[in-house]
C-alpha cells in the first residue's frame, strides 16, 4: 500500500473530528447530551461492534491471537506509561504539575476509534477482531497501572475499575467463538449487534472532536513548547520504535503484527482527558498531549505504517 493510499485511509478520520468540533461549536451537541452520547457509544456501540466483529470470526480460533494479543496490548502500553513518565521528569514535570497527566497521555495511543477504520480499510474484519482482543489487554493496562500513575490509587481500586461492558463483551464473544457457538447465535441478536456496532466509530471520532472543542476558545494554553515537543517525540518517535521491535521479534501471527504495526503509529488517545477530568489530574495537560501528536501524527502516521510493515515483514 502506497503513502498516498494510506493517507486516504487516514484523512477521513481526522474529517470526524473536525465535523466533532465544528458540532460543539454550533452549540448542537453539549452538556448532557454529550454525556449521553459517550455513554451511547462506551456501553453499547462498542460492545456490540466488539461482539459484532468477534463472533464467527476465523482468526480468533487460533490460540495465538486469543492469548499473545492481550498480552502484547497490556505490556506495549504499561511500558508507554514507564517511558512517558521519565520524560515527564526530564522535562521538568512534577506531581502536582503535570506529570502524572503526562504519563498517562503519552504512554497510551488511540487505541480504537483511529485503528479500527485503518485496519479495516487494509485487511478487513479478520484483523479487526484480533485488534479488539489485543484492546482488552490496553484496557486493562489502562485501568490498573494507568490509573495508579495518574491518582496514586491503589491496586485494588485499578483492578476493580477493569470489569466493563466492554471487557465483559469481549470475553464473552471469545467464549461463543472458541467453544464453536458461533452458529447458534440468533441472527436477530447478530443484527441488532452489527446495526449498533457500525454507528460506535464515527459517532466515537465525532465525539472525540466534541471533547476537544471546549479547549479551543483559549488557543494559546494549547501549546506548550516542552510538553508538545516531548510528547511527540515519545508517542511518535520512541514508543513506536520499541512497539515494531515488538513486531518484528514476537513469535505471533501475522495478523497480531499488523495490529501492532498500526498501533505503533497512532498518536496519543483522548481517554486520559476525560480520565483527568475525573480523577482530578491536569485535563489541560492532555488536551495539549492529544493535539500536538494528532497534528503531527497526521502526516507521520502513514510513513510508520508502511515503514513498520517492511520492517516487521508483514503486508
Not at 441478536?189 to 452489527?194: I, L, N, P, T, W
Amino acid at each position: 500500500m502506497t503513502i498516498g493510499e494510506l493517507f486516504r485511509l487516514i484523512l477521513p478520520v481526522f474529517a470526524l473530528i473536525a465535523v466533532g468540533v465544528a458540532l460543539r461549536r454550533c452549540h448542537w451537541i453539549e452538556g448532557a447530551a454529550e454525556t449521553s452520547m459517550i455513554r451511547l457509544v462506551v456501553y453499547v456501540c462498542m460492545p456490540c461492534l466488539g461482539f459484532d466483529t468477534i463472533v464467527g470470526n476465523p482468526a480468533l480460533h487460533d490460540a495465538g491471537n486469543l492469548v499473545l494479543p492481550p498480552l502484547a496490548g497490556f505490556v506495549t502500553t504499561a511500558a508507554g506509561f514507564g517511558v512517558a513518565y521519565l520524560v515527564g521528569r526530564r522535562i521538568g514535570l512534577g506531581v502536582g504539575t503535570g506529570l502524572r497527566t503526562y504519563a498517562l497521555s503519552a504512554g497510551i495511543c488511540n487505541y480504537s476509534y483511529l485503528p479500527f477504520p485503518i485496519i479495516g480499510g487494509i485487511w478487513g474484519a479478520r484483523t479487526q477482531g484480533v485488534m479488539l482482543v489485543h484492546n482488552m489487554g490496553v484496557d486493562m493496562a489502562l485501568w490498573s497501572v494507568g490509573l495508579l500513575v495518574l491518582t496514586g490509587a491503589s491496586p485494588r481500586e485499578g483492578w476493580r475499575r477493569m470489569v466493563t461492558p466492554m471487557l465483559l463483551t469481549l470475553v464473552a464473544a471469545v467464549a461463543i467463538n472458541v467453544s464453536g457457538l458461533s452458529p447458534r447465535v440468533p441472527d436477530f441478536a447478530r443484527s441488532v449487534a452489527h446495526s449498533l456496532g457500525v454507528c460506535a466509530v464515527p459517532i466515537g471520532v465525532v465525539m472525540t472532536g466534541v471533547s476537544l472543542a471546549d479547549y479551543l476558545d483559549e488557543p494559546a494554553k494549547l501549546l506548550h513548547r516542552n510538553v508538545a515537543i516531548s510528547a511527540c517525540a515519545v508517542r511518535l518517535g520512541i514508543l513506536p520504535v520499541l512497539i515494531l521491535c515488538v513486531a518484528r521479534w514476537l513469535p505471533c501471527p501475522v495478523e497480531l503484527k499488523r495490529v501492532l504495526v498500526v498501533q505503533a503509529a497512532m498518536p496519543a488517545g483522548v481517554i486520559p482527558i476525560i480520565i483527568a477530568r475525573y480523577y482530578g489530574g491536569q485535563p489541560l495537560t492532555a488536551v495539549q498531549i492529544v493535539l500536538s501528536t494528532t497534528a503531527v501524527g497526521v502526516f507521520t502516521c502513514p510513513f510508520w505504517i508502511r515503514a513498520g510493515l517492511a520492517w516487521a515483514g508483514v503486508a
